[in-house]
């Protein structure tokens, strides 16, 4: 059974910074790409980082370029977000979900709350 | 930059046919997946490439595009179908979502 499990979150000051991680069992993580998606409270959703299988190919969302970094140490089946100098409109759920660009997501984990605030 | 539009809500009765619409330009030339939140839980793919469904999502339910719009149809609707639907498509973009209410 494919099982993503996302930890980390937490209440941070806004300019703080977090890392999320992921851990994935049930499938060769090695062999998928990855990405983090995340909702903001009663707000849709929003893709906000994608990394391929070997990590050789990266893209982020404008609106978290130059402050977020996505990683994954496949030796760990694990995937990471590391989220710097963090604003009040980051607040949100983080989901990881696997799935390639312009194809689908056709698994999530439980998600991972993230609230920025003073 | 392309959006996606999506009706805020839907209400339908059960046992009815419920059809939650994603409109976009020339939609129909690109390939759009839908998902299922229920609350408090993660999303769910329930259709994928226009119109196949994962394994475990049942036959109720069926997808369409062209055009300038795609559309999630949800057959014999049920009480346990309440939730919000979400449309991708074009690289990971996502429409605002559509709450469908069971009557």
């Known amino acids: 059974e494919v099982q993503l499990v996302e930890s980390g979150g937490g209440l941070v000051q806004p300019g703080g910074s977090l890392r999320l991680s992921c851990e994935a069992s049930g499938f060769t993580f090695s062999s998928y790409e990855m990405n983090w998606v995340r909702q903001a409270p009663g707000k849709g959703l929003e893709w906000v980082s994608y990394?391929?299988?070997?990590?050789?190919?990266?893209y982020y969302a404008d609106s978290v370029e130059g402050r977020f970094t996505i990683s994954r140490d496949n030796a760990k089946n694990s995937l990471y977000l590391q989220m710097n100098s963090l604003r009040a409109e980051d607040t949100a759920v983080y989901y990881c979900?696997?799935?390639?660009?312009?194809?689908?997501?056709?698994?999530w984990g439980q998600g991972t709350l993230v609230t920025v605030s003073s | 930059s392309y959006v996606l539009t999506q009706p805020p809500s839907v209400s339908v009765a059960p046992g009815q046919t419920a059809r939650i619409t994603c409109g976009g330009n020339?939609?129909?030339?690109?390939?759009v997946h839908w998902y299922q939140q229920k609350p408090g839980q993660a999303p769910v793919l329930v259709v994928y490439?226009?119109?196949d469904r994962p394994s475990g999502i049942p036959e109720r339910f069926s997808g369409s595009n062209s055009g300038n719009t795609a559309t999630l149809t949800i057959s014999r609707v049920e009480a346990g179908d309440e939730a919000d639907y979400y449309c991708?498509?074009?690289?990971?973009?996502f429409g605002g979502g559509t709450k469908l209410t069971v009557l």
């Open positions: 020339n939609i129909g030339g690109k390939t």
């Open positions: 490439d226009d119109n």
């Open positions: 991708q498509a074009e690289d990971m973009l």
């Open positions: 990394i391929s299988s070997s990590d050789t190919t990266i």
């Open positions: 979900a696997r799935g390639a660009p312009r194809a689908y997501f056709d698994y």
